[in-house]
C-alpha cells in the first residue's frame, strides 16, 4: 500500500470502468498526476472546511427522520435504500450544492442519473468483457447517455461560478467565502494554482501525519496540468455516497440486533442533552465516545473496503518475493489489520482483534468519565480507510456524517430488526455492501 502512486498501482478493472465513462479525477489517478489531484482535492475536505459541510448533514438527518416518523408504529422500514438517498443527499449538498432531496423525491432527474452511473460502474466493473470498447457497442448499457447528461449540468454548475468570480474581478467576498460547497472551493484552488506549497491540512486533512510526509517528499512537477474539477466532482460523489450509506447500515444492524448496546447508546445521547438544533460539528466530532467506538469498530470489522486490488507498475520486492509489473495483488486490509494486535485495543472482557467489540475504543480515567481511544494506522492495525499516502480524505466527513445521523436516530427511535429477518448478505459492487434490505421496525421514544 504504501509503494502507491508510482511502484504500485490499483489495478485497472475497476479503474477502466470509471474512465469508460468519462470519469477521470483522484480516485483513478497514478503517478504524478495523482499528487496534483490530491494536492487540489484534499483540501477541500480537510478538517477546517467541514463546517461548511455540517448543515447539509444536519438538515439530511432532520429529513430522516421526520420520514421515519410518518411510519406508524412499529411498522417495518427497510432502512438500506434510505440511507443510500440520504448519503447521495448529503455528498449532492456539500458537492455540488444541489438540494436533491431523495429522500422525498424520486424525480430529480440528476439524482436519477447518477443513480444511474453508480449501476453502470458496478455492472461494469463485474463485466468479463470490456463491451463498451467494441465499436457500436459504447452505449449498449446507456452509459454515455447518462454521463453526457450528468456532465452537461456539472459544466453549468462549474460556468455559472466562474462568471460569478469574473463578474466580482476574481475577488470573492467575505460573506461568499463562508459556506461555499466542494465545487466551488476546487475551483478556487485550480484558479490559484498550485504553489508547490505544502502544510499538512492543505494535503491530506486531518487523516494521518505520516501521509503528509509521504507525499511531501514525492518529486513535484509544475507543468503537469490539474484535471479539472469537472472530473473531480464526479469522483467524490461516487467515492463518497455508497461507503458512507454502508458504513451507516451496518452500524444500525449491530445496534439494532443489541438492545444492551442501544440502551447505553441511547443514554449517552439522552444525557448530552442536545437535539438536531443544537448538536454541534465539534459534537459529532469529539463527544459520543459509545458512538464512535462503534464507528470504529464496525468499519474496522465490517466497513465498506475490507481489501484492494492492486498490481506493481516495475518490479518489486515484497516479503523476499520479486513480483512482476502487472501481477495481481489482493491488499487483505481488515484481514491483515487484525494480526496487528499490537494496534487494537483489547475489549472490556479482553476481547482480541479478530472479534467484534463495540466497546473496545473506550477507556475511562479516575473519574469514570468516558473517552475513545483514536484508531492509528501505523503498523497497519487499521486501515477501513486505506493506508499510506491514498488513505481517504473524506475520512472526517464520513465520520460527522455518520455520527450525526446515528445520533438522530437513537434519540428519535428505539430500533430492532423484524421477527424472523432472513440473514444479511454482503456483496462486493463497488464497495462490499448489503445485497438484501435490512428491515428494522422503528418504534418512536416517548
Ligand atoms: C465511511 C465512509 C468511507 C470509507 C470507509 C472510505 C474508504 C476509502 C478507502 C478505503 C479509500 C482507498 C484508500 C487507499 O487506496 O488506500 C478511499 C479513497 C478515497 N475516498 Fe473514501 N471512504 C469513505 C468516505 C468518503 C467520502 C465521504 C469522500 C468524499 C466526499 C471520500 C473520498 C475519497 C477519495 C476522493 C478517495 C481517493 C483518494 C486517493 O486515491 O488519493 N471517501 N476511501
Known amino acids: 500500500m504504501k509503494l502507491r502512486p508510482y511502484k504500485v498501482k490499483r489495478t485497472r478493472k475497476m479503474g477502466n470502468a470509471i474512465e469508460s465513462l468519462d470519469v477521470h479525477g483522484l480516485f483513478n489517478a497514478e503517478g504524478d498526476q495523482w499528487k496534483i489531484d490530491r494536492r487540489i482535492v484534499g ?28 411510519e406508524k408504529d412499529g411498522t417495518a422500514r427497510e432502512v438500506v435504500l434510505d440511507l443510500s438517498k440520504c448519503s447521495l443527499d448529503i455528498t449532492a449538498l456539500s ?18 442519473d447518477i443513480e444511474k452511473m453508480f449501476e453502470t460502474l458496478f455492472k461494469r466493473t463485474l463485466s468479463p468483457v470490456p463491451f463498451w470498447k467494441i465499436p457500436l457497442c459504447d452505449n449498449l448499457d446507456g452509459g454515455r ?3 453526457e447528461r450528468i456532465f452537461s449540468v456539472l459544466r453549468e454548475l462549474v460556468r455559472e461560478y466562474k462568471k460569478q468570480k469574473e463578474q466580482n474581478g476574481g475577488v470573492i467576498g467575505e460573506e461568499e467565502k463562508r459556506a461555499k460547497t466542494c465545487l466551488q472551493k476546487l475551483i478556487d484552488i485550480s484558479d490559484d ?53 454502508t458504513t451507516l447500515a451496518a452500524c444500525l444492524w449491530e445496534i439494532a440486533n443489541d438492545p444492551q448496546l442501544q440502551e447505553e447508546l441511547y443514554q449517552e445521547v439522552a444525557e448530552s442533552a442536545l437535539d438536531m438544533n ?17 464507528l470504529f469498530e464496525v468499519l474496522r470489522c465490517k466497513g465498506p473496503a475490507p481489501f484492494f486490488f492492486l498490481e506493481p507498475n516495475e518490479p518489486v520486492e515484497i516479503k523476499g518475493q520479486v513480483l512482476k509489473p502487472g501481477t495481481v495483488i489482493c491488499a487483505l486490509t481488515r484481514n491483515l489489520g487484525e494480526k496487528a494486535a499490537n494496534e487494537i485495543p483489547l475489549g472490556p472482557n479482553s476481547e482480541g482483534p479478530s472479534e ?65 429477518h432472513p440473514p444479511i448478505r454482503r456483496v462486493a459492487r463497488f464497495t462490499d455492501t448489503f445485497d438484501n434490505e435490512i428491515q428494522l421496525t422503528l418504534k418512536p421514544r416517548p
Open 43 to 70: 483540501p477541500t475536505l480537510n478538517k477546517n472546511h467541514l463546517q461548511d459541510y455540517f448543515h447539509h448533514i444536519k438538515l439530511t438527518s432532520n429529513r430522516l427522520i421526520t420520514k421515519w416518523d410518518k
Open 145 to 147: 447517455d447518462v454521463s
Open 278 to 294: 443544537s448538536v454541534s460539528l465539534k459534537d459529532a466530532m469529539d463527544g459520543f465516545p459509545r458512538l464512535h467506538s462503534l
Open 356 to 420: 467484534f467489540c463495540p466497546r473496545r475504543w473506550l477507556t475511562s480515567d479516575q473519574s469514570d468519565s468516558l473517552s475513545v481511544t483514536q484508531p492509528t494506522n501505523r503498523y497497519g492495525g487499521y486501515m477501513p480507510f486505506g493506508n499510506g499516502v491514498r488513505v481517504c480524505p473524506g475520512a472526517s466527513m464520513a465520520k460527522a456524517e455518520a455520527i450525526t445521523v446515528l445520533f438522530s436516530i437513537l434519540r428519535r427511535f428505539e430500533i430492532a430488526p423484524i421477527a424472523n
Open 95 to 112: 458537492i455540488l450544492g444541489i438540494d436533491f432531496n431523495s429522500l422525498n423525491n424520486s424525480s430529480h432527474e440528476l439524482a436519477n
Open 193 to 245: 494554482g498550485d504553489d508547490g506549497r505544502l502544510d499538512e491540512d492543505r494535503v491530506i486533512g486531518n487523516v494521518s501525519r505520516e501521509s503528509f510526509f509521504l507525499v511531501a517528499s514525492l518529486p513535484f512537477d509544475k507543468k503537469l496540468t490539474p484535471i479539472a474539477p469537472l472530473f473531480q466532482l464526479l469522483t467524490l460523489l461516487i467515492a463518497g455516497t455508497d461507503t458512507s450509506s
